[in-house]
Nanobody, 124 residues
Framework: QVQLVESGGGLVQAGGSLRLSCTAS????????MAWFRRAPGKEREFVAA????????NYADSVKGRFTISRDNAKNTVYLQMNSLEPDDTAIYYC?????????????????WGQGTQVTVSS
């Protein structure tokens, strides 16, 4: 069983930055594909970014490309989401997800493990 715990959310003004962290339990973190998804009020969950176990392949939603960066530190069992140039439309609950299959997939149904989420609010 994999447990994921997110942190780093908060309230920020438009144009600001936040860094989200997700720490995973388990001794095989380095073999997981990790991803971030988000759910805005009244909207469906959407893919944000994903990174394969080695960090060599990443995948981003078009809406965050160039503004967000996903990275990981396998020694710390942690994946990060650096969010810059935040916009009010980025307001959402951000979820960390993990899968044990290789591939930076955008489909949430492909991820078996999920965190509880962390709220990000961007004011205009």
């Amino acid at each position: 069983q994999v447990q994921l715990v997110e942190s780093g959310g908060g309230l920020v003004q438009a144009g600001g930055s936040l860094r989200l962290s997700c720490t995973a339990s388990g001794r095989t973190f380095s073999s997981y594909t990790m991803a971030w998804f988000r759910r805005a009020p009244g909207k469906e969950r959407e893919f944000v970014a994903a990174i394969v176990f080695s960090g060599s392949i990443t995948n981003y939603a078009d809406s965050v490309k160039g503004r967000f960066t996903i990275s990981r530190d396998n020694a710390k069992n942690t994946v990060y989401l650096q969010m810059n140039s935040l916009e009010p439309d980025d307001t959402a609950i951000y979820y960390c997800a993990a899968r044990t299959v290789f591939g930076a997939n955008r489909d949430g149904a492909r991820y078996a493990y999920w965190g509880q989420g962390t709220q990000v609010t961007v004011s205009s």
